[in-house]
């Protein structure tokens, strides 16, 4: 069935870029999406990719798409303090009504 | 627009008590969902709805129910809480339109203990 995976946990510091993988499993995926949860808070969409393309940017967001290897990364260059928040892959499901599968989540943790 | 509102916020149950959980949307989004999110496990889909007076199973349904009685409203049940429903409780709503992007828009959140 349809999964997936991201590590857990990242620690970065101030000014630095992070870097958050997933894998998923499902190849015919229209989207894919990161979303963002700050503490206390629902999810925000971040960015999305649409399964045609390799790369996205956006400001300091890069998401890289890997379709041969079911790999999905979201570079955030300058990272700060602000980007501290849990950050979720995302694939649509291919059961339809735009139903998503998630990932864990990976909590990012910016230090000075 | 207030976007996707959720009540209450926060509750606090007795093994055996029931409540019902609120989602509203005012995007007259066709689709309507409710995930439960625990540590480490991501978001879990419980049940979905795609339209007035539909509503679905999700992947963790089991000890819920849901009912969609107007399209702007998408209500969650726990008949007989049980510690292991502690969690928090996502909605989300979709416009519902063949081909769109697919976000689905999220509201803050119900916090919920089951003692």
């Known amino acids: 069935g349809e999964d997936v995976e991201q590590s857990l946990f990242l620690s970065v510091r101030e000014g630095d870029s992070s870097v958050i993988n997933c894998t998923y499993t499902?190849?015919?995926?229209?989207?894919l999406y990161w979303y963002k949860q700050e503490p206390g808070a629902g999810l925000q969409l971040l960015t999305y990719?649409?399964?045609?393309?390799d790369m996205k940017q956006d400001q300091r967001l890069t998401v890289l798409l890997n379709k041969k290897d079911k790999h999905l990364s979201l570079r955030i260059a300058d990272t700060q303090t602000g980007d501290s928040a849990i950050y979720f892959c995302?694939?649509?499901?291919?059961?339809?009504?735009?139903?998503?599968?998630f990932g864990a989540g990976t909590r990012l943790a910016v230090h000075p | 627009n207030a976007g996707v509102t959720q009540t209450p916020k926060f509750r606090v149950l007795k093994t055996g008590q029931s409540m019902t959980l609120l989602c509203a949307q005012d995007?007259?989004?066709?689709?309507m969902y409710w995930y439960r999110q625990d540590p480490g496990m991501g978001l879990r889909l419980i049940h979905y709805?795609?339209?007035?007076?539909?509503?679905a199973k999700g992947e963790v349904p089991d000890g819920y129910n849901v009912s969609r009685l107007k399209k702007q409203n998408f209500l969650l049940g726990l008949e007989s809480a049980a510690p292991s429903q502690t969690s928090v409780y996502f909605c989300?709503?979709?416009?519902?339109?063949?081909?769109?992007?697919?976000?689905?828009?999220f509201g803050p959140g119900t916090r919920l203990t089951v003692l």
């Open positions: 989300a709503s979709n416009p519902g339109l063949a081909g769109a992007l697919g976000e689905q828009f």
């Open positions: 709805s795609v339209g007035e007076g539909t509503t």
């Open positions: 990719i649409f399964s045609n393309m």
């Open positions: 995302a694939e649509v499901f291919s059961g339809g009504y735009n139903k998503l599968i």
């Open positions: 499902d190849s015919s995926s229209t989207y």
């Open positions: 995007m007259n989004h066709e689709y």
